[in-house]
């Protein structure tokens, strides 16, 4: 199963960009599709962006899309968020997702392993 840890969270001025990554310590990472989702301060969690088991496909919110970018690098066992532009209103815990499917969309729903979350916080 996976084992997710997420870093690279912080505090970051509006305009300013965060790397965040996610490592699985598993041993399939490579048969997982991948997300990202965070939650907002008083907010239900919500889809961010996901990357399919190979990297060939992605799929993006509409509040993040042009701004974000999810990556994967698979010997490093490790799916990345790079974000750029940030905004006040991305301020939230962000969590990594897993899900064992060869689907080339990854999905939004349907993630079975979590990592424990990494703070992000945007300052106007």
């Known amino acids: 199963q996976a084992q997710l840890v997420e870093s690279g969270g912080g505090l970051v001025q509006a305009g300013g960009s965060l790397r965040l990554s996610c490592a699985d310590s598993?041993?399939?990472?490579?048969?997982?599709?991948m997300g990202w989702f965070r939650r907002r301060p008083g907010k239900e969690r919500e889809f961010v962006a996901a990357i399919s088991f190979s990297g060939g496909g992605t799929d993006y919110g509409d509040s993040v899309k042009g701004r974000f970018t999810i990556s994967r690098d698979t010997a490093k066992n490790t799916v990345y968020l790079q974000m750029t532009n940030l905004k006040p209103e991305d301020t939230a815990v962000y969590y990594c997702?897993?899900?064992?499917?060869?689907?080339?969309?990854?999905?939004?729903?349907?993630?079975?392993?979590w990592g424990q979350g990494t703070e992000v916080t945007v300052s106007s």
């Open positions: 598993g041993r399939a990472f490579s048969n997982y599709a």
């Open positions: 997702g897993a899900k064992g499917t060869w689907a080339v969309v990854p999905g939004r729903a349907g993630y079975d392993y």
